[in-house]
């Protein structure tokens, strides 16, 4: 391996993306903490709130979140970009897929969801994913690692 001897490796901490700053107003803000707190347990930093200029949700500790910024030339990105978010079991997997399903029934037309779906590889993991899209530029795939006992 190369590069500095960490104490502790880098993680992933954070994805920052732009949208049109109307977005980003009171009515559309709450809409946007709705869904993403319902589906991933999303919460607004409303101390680093700014009116159609900024809003962070931090997802279950200060050091990750999505940082949303209004912007007069928003982040555009083509289905298949994605931000990854992992959940531990199975059963929580199920559940963040059953309520993703759930937005887009209410919500036709404005959250997109590609299905959950699953990957084999080699005997020895089963990757569960699903991407869904609501109101930010890019997709957020849910990813469930099921390791498997090996042949």
């Given at each position: ?100 399903a759930a937005w887009r029934d209410r919500l036709p037309g404005e959250v997109e969801l590609i299905d959950p779906a699953q990957e084999d590889f080699a005997g020895v ?27």
């Open positions: 391996m190369t590069g500095p001897a960490f104490t502790k490796p880098p993680r992933f901490n954070h994805i920052a993306v732009s949208v049109e700053r109307d977005l980003l107003d009171e009515a559309g803000r709450r809409d946007i903490v709705a869904f993403y707190g319902d589906l991933l347990g999303a919460a607004e930093h409303a101390e680093m709130t700014v009116d159609r200029a900024r809003l962070v949700l931090g997802l279950h500790t200060h050091e990750q979140f999505f940082f949303i910024v209004g912007n007069d030339e928003p982040m555009r990105a083509p289905v298949g970009d994605h931000v990854g978010v992992s959940v531990s079991t199975l059963a929580d997997f199920d559940e963040v897929a059953r309520r993703a993991l089963r990757l569960h994913s699903f991407y869904v899209r609501y109101r930010l530029p890019i997709m957020v795939e849910v990813q469930h690692f099921e390791f498997l006992a090996s042949p």
